[in-house]
């Protein structure tokens, strides 16, 4: 620990970011919201941008290996990866750079965190971010995981929360409908970011859920899906 004094505070270390003025890096990040207001889209949205290295809203992205640890199955991502690669133009390799974990749980119990820190030491490379979707009612087990990733990889940790933990840096997600043209509704949510951990100021962001095909060689037919593309809402 040091202390810094008049010009020397200069030379202080500066807060690095996987997602500039988004998602800081060797933090815990908790994505907070009812259930189903869209908190994976976002949480995919964020890895995908991550791992191709775009930006994500306007906000540059630093390349990287990401992991994305899933309650819920993998089953349902596909359609929603390959519509946001053919959305944004990437190749298919883009997802080459994420590593998906299915815990196959609804408990992340010690044995089952134990098991995915093998897992995440076992990984080529060193993960950048992990993601970790879980049940909302574990969360104070998925807290214990993350930091726990945290101490060992000095990861960018996301999980998901219907809580607030003031102590962490918080994204709330409030829902919204909007119509267009009076014929349809359109879904979304407005994120509220700290704009520094501590500040007490903040940033909003409106973003709505895209449908689009998922269609490519492995889906000719190519049904449409509520994917995990995000488009900012002009106001």
Not at 145 to 167: C, H, K, N, T, W
Request: with cysteine; aromatic share 8%; charged share 20%.
């Amino acid at each position: 620990m040091r202390v810094f004094h008049g010009e020397d505070s200069s030379q202080a270390p500066q807060q690095e970011w996987a997602i500039k003025g988004i998602l800081p890096k060797q933090q815990i990040t908790i994505v907070q919201g009812k259930a189903g207001i869209g908190k994976t889209f976002l949480l995919l949205d964020w890895a995908l941008c991550c791992a191709s290295d775009k930006p994500w809203v306007n906000h540059a992205t630093t390349h990287g290996h990401v992991v994305y640890v899933s309650a819920f199955g993998l089953n349902r991502l596909g359609p929603r990866l390959r519509a946001w690669v053919k959305y944004h133009q990437q190749g298919r390799d883009v997802l080459q750079s994420i590593g998906f974990v299915d815990v196959n749980t609804s408990i992340l119990d010690s044995e089952t965190t134990q098991r995915l820190m093998e897992t995440l030491r076992a990984s080529m490379d060193k993960p950048s971010v992990v993601i970790l979707d879980m049940y909302d009612d574990q969360q104070k087990t998925v807290l214990h995981a993350a930091q726990r990733i945290l101490d060992e990889f000095g990861s960018s940790v996301v999980m998901v929360s219907s809580e607030g933990y003031p102590s962490f840096q918080v994204v709330q997600l409030t829902p919204f409908t909007r119509s267009v043209r009076g014929e349809k509704s359109i879904n979304g949510f407005t994120a509220t970011f700290p704009e520094r951990t501590g500040s007490g100021r903040t940033k909003t962001i409106s973003l709505w859920l895209q449908q689009v095909p998922a269609q490519d060689d492995l889906d000719p037919t190519g049904d449409l899906t509520t994917s995990c593309i995000l488009s900012e809402m002009s106001s």
